[in-house]
Protein backbone atom coordinates (compact mmCIF):
# COMPACT_ATOMS: atom_id res chain seq x y z
CA UNK A 1 0.00 0.00 0.00
CA UNK A 2 1.39 3.22 -0.74
CA UNK A 3 1.79 5.95 1.56
CA UNK A 4 1.06 9.25 0.67
CA UNK A 5 0.98 12.51 2.83
CA UNK A 6 -1.55 15.62 1.87
CA UNK A 7 0.10 19.23 1.59
CA UNK A 8 -3.25 21.49 1.04
CA UNK A 9 -2.45 24.86 0.18
CA UNK A 10 -4.32 28.35 0.84
CA UNK A 11 -2.51 31.07 0.02
CA UNK A 12 0.66 29.69 -0.99
CA UNK A 13 0.91 28.22 2.59
CA UNK A 14 0.62 24.83 3.81
CA UNK A 15 -2.44 24.26 5.77
CA UNK A 16 -5.17 22.21 7.27
CA UNK A 17 -8.50 22.04 7.65
CA UNK A 18 -11.33 20.17 9.97
CA UNK A 19 -14.10 18.79 7.68
CA UNK A 20 -13.51 21.18 5.10
CA UNK A 21 -14.44 23.88 6.77
CA UNK A 22 -12.63 27.06 5.81
CA UNK A 23 -13.50 28.68 8.90
CA UNK A 24 -10.84 26.33 11.08
CA UNK A 25 -7.87 26.91 8.68
CA UNK A 26 -5.05 26.26 10.19
CA UNK A 27 -1.59 27.25 8.93
CA UNK A 28 1.12 24.89 9.44
CA UNK A 29 4.20 26.25 7.04
CA UNK A 30 4.35 29.54 5.34
CA UNK A 31 6.65 27.25 2.41
CA UNK A 32 5.17 23.74 1.12
CA UNK A 33 8.34 22.90 -0.63
CA UNK A 34 10.01 22.96 3.07
CA UNK A 35 7.22 20.47 3.71
CA UNK A 36 7.86 18.31 0.52
CA UNK A 37 11.16 18.33 1.31
CA UNK A 38 10.82 17.08 4.51
CA UNK A 39 8.84 14.44 3.20
CA UNK A 40 11.46 13.26 0.59
CA UNK A 41 13.84 12.88 2.87
CA UNK A 42 12.32 10.95 5.09
CA UNK A 43 11.78 8.20 2.49
CA UNK A 44 8.11 8.94 1.14
CA UNK A 45 7.45 9.01 -2.38
CA UNK A 46 4.03 10.22 -2.62
CA UNK A 47 2.54 13.81 -1.96
CA UNK A 48 -1.35 14.32 -2.81
CA UNK A 49 -1.56 18.62 -3.15
CA UNK A 50 -4.39 19.99 -3.30
CA UNK A 51 -4.82 23.79 -4.48
CA UNK A 52 -8.07 24.48 -1.52
CA UNK A 53 -8.39 28.22 -3.05
CA UNK A 54 -8.86 26.86 -6.71
CA UNK A 55 -11.58 24.14 -5.31
CA UNK A 56 -13.12 27.39 -3.28
CA UNK A 57 -12.97 29.52 -6.51
CA UNK A 58 -13.36 26.51 -9.47
CA UNK A 59 -9.92 28.15 -11.36
CA UNK A 60 -6.33 27.54 -10.11
CA UNK A 61 -4.89 29.25 -7.85
CA UNK A 62 -1.40 27.90 -6.45
CA UNK A 63 -0.27 26.14 -9.52
CA UNK A 64 3.18 28.01 -8.55
CA UNK A 65 3.37 25.57 -5.38
CA UNK A 66 3.01 22.45 -7.75
CA UNK A 67 5.89 23.93 -9.92
CA UNK A 68 8.55 25.02 -7.79
CA UNK A 69 8.07 21.19 -5.68
CA UNK A 70 7.93 19.32 -8.91
CA UNK A 71 11.15 21.43 -9.32
CA UNK A 72 13.16 20.81 -6.44
CA UNK A 73 11.89 17.29 -5.41
CA UNK A 74 11.29 13.77 -6.88
CA UNK A 75 8.40 13.63 -5.70
CA UNK A 76 5.35 11.75 -7.18
CA UNK A 77 2.56 14.51 -7.12
CA UNK A 78 -1.31 14.07 -7.32
CA UNK A 79 -2.85 17.16 -8.08
CA UNK A 80 -6.75 18.32 -7.28
CA UNK A 81 -8.33 21.37 -7.10
CA UNK A 82 -9.43 24.08 -9.53
CA UNK A 83 -9.21 22.03 -12.49
CA UNK A 84 -12.74 23.37 -15.05
CA UNK A 85 -10.67 22.23 -18.52
CA UNK A 86 -8.65 20.22 -20.33
CA UNK A 87 -6.86 23.16 -21.01
CA UNK A 88 -6.00 22.80 -16.72
CA UNK A 89 -5.40 19.62 -17.18
CA UNK A 90 -2.74 20.27 -19.37
CA UNK A 91 -1.26 23.31 -17.49
CA UNK A 92 -1.16 21.12 -14.41
CA UNK A 93 0.98 18.01 -15.84
CA UNK A 94 3.07 20.51 -17.70
CA UNK A 95 3.71 22.16 -14.30
CA UNK A 96 4.90 18.65 -13.07
CA UNK A 97 2.08 16.37 -11.71
CA UNK A 98 2.30 12.75 -12.32
CA UNK A 99 -1.48 12.41 -12.04
CA UNK A 100 -4.56 14.80 -11.18
CA UNK A 101 -7.54 14.24 -9.10
CA UNK A 102 -11.04 15.19 -10.73
CA UNK A 103 -14.38 15.36 -8.50
CA UNK A 104 -16.26 18.26 -9.36
CA UNK A 105 -16.47 17.66 -12.62
CA UNK A 106 -16.85 13.91 -12.27
CA UNK A 107 -20.27 14.87 -10.74
CA UNK A 108 -21.06 18.69 -12.62
CA UNK A 109 -19.94 17.18 -16.47
CA UNK A 110 -19.59 13.61 -16.88
CA UNK A 111 -19.01 14.44 -20.83
CA UNK A 112 -16.11 16.45 -19.91
CA UNK A 113 -14.43 14.07 -16.98
CA UNK A 114 -14.65 11.04 -19.93
CA UNK A 115 -13.01 13.35 -21.77
CA UNK A 116 -10.18 13.71 -19.89
CA UNK A 117 -9.85 9.97 -19.24
CA UNK A 118 -10.02 8.84 -22.75
CA UNK A 119 -7.28 11.12 -23.37
CA UNK A 120 -4.89 10.75 -20.70
CA UNK A 121 -5.63 7.18 -19.20
CA UNK A 122 -6.45 5.06 -16.59
CA UNK A 123 -2.80 5.94 -14.99
CA UNK A 124 -3.22 9.53 -14.94
CA UNK A 125 -7.09 10.61 -14.03
CA UNK A 126 -8.65 9.62 -10.18
CA UNK A 127 -11.55 9.68 -9.58
CA UNK A 128 -12.56 12.11 -6.89
CA UNK A 129 -15.06 10.48 -4.54
CA UNK A 130 -15.17 12.62 -1.29
CA UNK A 131 -18.61 12.12 0.71
CA UNK A 132 -20.67 13.14 4.06
CA UNK A 133 -22.68 10.47 5.39
CA UNK A 134 -22.10 8.15 2.04
CA UNK A 135 -23.76 11.27 -0.34
CA UNK A 136 -21.08 12.54 -2.45
CA UNK A 137 -19.62 16.30 -1.90
CA UNK A 138 -17.95 18.76 -4.47
CA UNK A 139 -16.24 21.85 -5.00
CA UNK A 140 -13.93 21.69 -1.94
CA UNK A 141 -16.60 20.07 0.04
CA UNK A 142 -18.74 23.26 -0.12
CA UNK A 143 -21.29 21.51 -2.15
CA UNK A 144 -23.19 18.55 -1.14
CA UNK A 145 -25.31 15.82 -3.91
CA UNK A 146 -27.82 12.82 -3.11
CA UNK A 147 -25.28 10.80 -5.55
CA UNK A 148 -24.37 7.83 -3.20
CA UNK A 149 -20.46 7.55 -2.74
CA UNK A 150 -20.72 3.44 -3.87
CA UNK A 151 -22.94 3.90 -6.72
CA UNK A 152 -20.83 6.59 -8.00
CA UNK A 153 -17.79 5.08 -7.77
CA UNK A 154 -19.18 1.59 -9.56
CA UNK A 155 -20.45 3.84 -12.18
CA UNK A 156 -17.01 5.72 -13.06
CA UNK A 157 -15.01 1.91 -12.66
CA UNK A 158 -17.33 0.58 -15.35
CA UNK A 159 -16.73 3.36 -17.33
CA UNK A 160 -12.63 2.19 -17.06
CA UNK A 161 -11.89 4.66 -14.09
CA UNK A 162 -9.10 2.81 -12.30
CA UNK A 163 -8.40 4.85 -9.49
CA UNK A 164 -10.39 6.38 -7.09
CA UNK A 165 -9.67 8.99 -3.75
CA UNK A 166 -12.42 8.52 -1.39
CA UNK A 167 -12.54 11.04 1.89
CA UNK A 168 -14.97 10.93 4.74
CA UNK A 169 -15.65 14.33 5.36
CA UNK A 170 -16.73 13.89 8.71
CA UNK A 171 -13.40 11.91 9.15
CA UNK A 172 -11.46 14.59 8.01
CA UNK A 173 -9.13 16.08 10.21
CA UNK A 174 -10.55 15.04 13.16
CA UNK A 175 -7.66 12.66 14.00
CA UNK A 176 -10.55 9.72 14.86
CA UNK A 177 -9.46 7.39 12.60
CA UNK A 178 -10.63 6.31 8.94
CA UNK A 179 -13.79 5.08 7.52
CA UNK A 180 -12.44 1.67 7.05
CA UNK A 181 -15.92 0.13 7.32
CA UNK A 182 -17.16 1.73 4.16
CA UNK A 183 -13.76 1.24 2.67
CA UNK A 184 -13.90 -2.42 2.96
CA UNK A 185 -18.00 -2.28 1.83
CA UNK A 186 -16.57 0.00 -1.42
CA UNK A 187 -13.87 -2.89 -2.17
CA UNK A 188 -16.07 -5.83 -1.24
CA UNK A 189 -18.26 -4.13 -4.31
CA UNK A 190 -16.10 -3.15 -6.60
CA UNK A 191 -12.93 -3.72 -8.24
CA UNK A 192 -11.00 -0.62 -8.06
CA UNK A 193 -7.68 0.82 -6.70
CA UNK A 194 -9.05 2.50 -3.67
CA UNK A 195 -7.05 5.69 -1.83
CA UNK A 196 -8.55 6.21 1.84
CA UNK A 197 -8.31 9.51 2.84
CA UNK A 198 -9.79 11.42 6.41
CA UNK A 199 -8.88 10.82 10.18
CA UNK A 200 -5.91 8.87 9.74
CA UNK A 201 -4.04 8.63 12.83
CA UNK A 202 -2.17 5.75 14.31
CA UNK A 203 0.22 3.01 12.52
CA UNK A 204 -2.57 0.82 13.55
CA UNK A 205 -5.35 2.81 11.44
CA UNK A 206 -2.90 2.44 7.97
CA UNK A 207 -2.34 -1.36 9.44
CA UNK A 208 -6.13 -1.64 9.02
CA UNK A 209 -6.48 -0.13 5.68
CA UNK A 210 -3.58 -2.35 4.26
CA UNK A 211 -5.70 -5.46 5.34
CA UNK A 212 -8.55 -4.00 4.00
CA UNK A 213 -6.97 -3.97 0.83
CA UNK A 214 -6.44 0.05 0.03
CA UNK A 215 -3.89 0.61 -2.82
CA UNK A 216 -3.13 3.84 -0.93
CA UNK A 217 -3.31 5.89 2.35
CA UNK A 218 -3.29 9.52 2.40
CA UNK A 219 -1.88 11.21 5.87
CA UNK A 220 -2.31 14.97 6.68
CA UNK A 221 -3.38 16.13 9.86
CA UNK A 222 -1.81 13.43 11.46
CA UNK A 223 1.68 14.35 10.70
CA UNK A 224 1.26 17.95 11.30
CA UNK A 225 -0.74 17.76 14.60
CA UNK A 226 2.74 15.54 15.65
CA UNK A 227 0.54 12.05 16.17
CA UNK A 228 2.73 10.28 13.25
CA UNK A 229 6.32 11.52 12.17
CA UNK A 230 6.94 11.00 8.72
CA UNK A 231 9.92 8.89 9.66
CA UNK A 232 7.46 6.59 10.79
CA UNK A 233 5.61 6.94 7.93
CA UNK A 234 8.51 6.27 5.57
CA UNK A 235 9.20 3.12 7.74
CA UNK A 236 5.85 1.91 6.46
CA UNK A 237 7.15 2.66 2.38
Partial sequence: MRIIV???IIGGKCVRLTRGDF?????YNEDPLDVARQIEDNGISYLHLV???GAKYKKLENIKVLEKIAEKTNLRIDFGGGLRSYDDVLTVLNAG???ITAGSIAINDQPLFMEWLNKLGQEKLILGADCINRKVSTGGWLEKTDRDVINFISDYRSKGVKYTICTDICKDGMLQGPSTVLYKEILDKIKIKLIASGGITSLKDIEDLRNAGCEGAIIGKAVYEGKLTLKELGGQC
Fill in 6 to 8: AID
Fill in 97 to 99: ARQ
Fill in 51 to 53: DLD
Fill in 23 to 27: TTKKV
